[in-house]
């Protein structure tokens, strides 16, 4: 017997089916890599006409709270996983109900979800975030902006991302034109960091517990959007091993299955601070199909079926590049510079909308 929370062992074979909740460039891309294994993947998302739907063999094109749908889909496949956090936790509850194992589970989309929950989890368990204090109402944010040092960010608790639903705050602030603009959400003011630079730890672990990492990029973000990863990052090699120690201890406290990335700040005097993490294949891994033995994309697969992990050791240097909005209008040029191409298929371009992502690879150094 393997339950919900993963036991190990192989759930599926090659020719099975698997699920993924979301129709988003990850779940394309988790799908594609998934097709390479033998394996069908069904997906689950309200979008019609989605990336991941595309390159699926079953589509319920359904809300996450359908639960006729949500049954027919468990049924239909051996495990299921997730390619965006904010998969209500009630839709993962619906599949595993049905029978269906879902990996990584739905605490560790519950945590992720709400950024305070997220915060406080990393100090329960030893890892530093920046300062941070809950905003329920207008009359706390200048309260709360003092007691993380006068200089800082309001983010809404749920839902963002792409550094959307964000403020910066500074000093003496109009409390209400701030509260507008994350529309009256509950939400953190958290310390502005004044980072040296910024890494993430990309890993993945079995539901035996083994854990493999990938070296850690330095990430590149404009307007809270990240635009580059550069591999391997430049910190110091005492640096990437606390950050990986940082993102083991994390994963392994959330009993996780899957992989995993944890985002980091290094601040000018040191220290490792943790900004969020993703409970799924994330964007600052881009790059790993294409400069390493073994991808984050198959990894995921790998670790979610029970399969033995494969070897994220790096072959190549390099960078890689999302393209947003507009950008991906230049796919020919970077086809003829010898980049590895990746583009989404997205119908709709619009400012700032990852389209596609851009790899160059160098000789390793
Ligand atoms: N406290 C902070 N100090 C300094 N920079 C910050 C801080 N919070 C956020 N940023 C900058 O904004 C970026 C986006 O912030 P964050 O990761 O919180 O948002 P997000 O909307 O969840 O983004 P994403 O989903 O793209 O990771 C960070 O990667 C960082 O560059
Ligand atoms: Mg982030």
Redo the contacts with the bound molecule.
């Keep these: 017997m393997t339950s919900a929370s993963g036991t190990g062992g192989a759930l599926v074979k090659p020719g099975d089916a698997i699920g993924i909740l979301g129709g988003g460039q990850l779940g394309r891309m988790l799908a594609l890599a998934a097709a390479d294994l033998g394996l069908d993947v069904h997906t689950l998302a309200p979008e019609t006409d989605s990336p991941a739907s595309r390159v699926a063999r079953k589509t319920w094109v359904a809300a996450y709270d359908d639960a006729v749908a949500l049954k027919e889909f468990a049924a239909s496949v051996k495990v299921a996983t997730i390619e965006f956090e904010n998969i209500p936790t009630d839709a993962v509850d619906a599949i595993v109900a049905a029978g269906t194992p879902v990996r990584p589970d739905a605490r560790c989309l519950a945590v992720s979800q709400d950024r305070l929950a997220e915060k406080s989890y990393f100090r329960d368990i030893g890892i530093e975030p920046?300062a941070f204090a809950r905003v329920d109402t207008v009359d706390q944010i200048q309260p709360a902006l003092d007691s993380v040092g006068g200089s800082?960010?309001l983010?809404t608790r749920f839902s963002?991302?792409?550094?959307?639903?964000?403020v910066r705050l500074e000093g003496r602030v109009t409390a209400s034109a701030a509260w507008a603009s994350v529309e009256a959400q509950r939400s953190i003011i958290?310390?502005?960091?004044d980072?040296e630079r910024?890494l993430s730890v990309v890993l993945a672990r079995t539901a035996d517990g083994e854990v493999r990492f990938w070296d850690p990029p330095d990430?590149i973000?404009g307007k809270?959007?990240?635009r580059r990863s550069l591999f391997p990052s430049a910190a110091s090699p005492d640096v990437i091993e606390r950050a990986k120690s940082t993102a083991k201890t994390l994963a392994d406290s959330l009993d996780y299955v899957g992989v995993l990335a944890l985002?980091l700040?290094l601040t000018r005097d040191g220290r490792l601070l943790a900004?969020?993490f993703a409970p799924r294949v994330h964007?600052s891994g881009h790059w790993t199909p294409d400069a390493c033995i073994t991808g984050q994309f198959e990894q995921h697969i790998r670790a979610v079926c029970g399969w033995p992990l494969g070897d994220p050791a790096r072959h190549s240097d390099g960078e890689m590049i999302n393209l947003l909005g507009a950008e991906a209008n230049d796919w020919e040029k970077h086809l003829a510079d010898g980049a590895r191409v990746h583009l989404y298929g997205k119908r709709r371009t619009a400012d700032g909308r990852k389209m596609g992502h851009v790899v160059k690879l160098r000789p390793r150094g």
Excluded: T
């Excluded at 958290?190 to 960091?193: C, G, M, P, S, T």
């Design positions: 920046a800082g960010v983010k963002g991302y792409d550094g959307k639903g964000q958290e310390a502005w960091i980072h910024e990430n973000h809270g959007v990240l985002e700040f900004n969020e964007n």
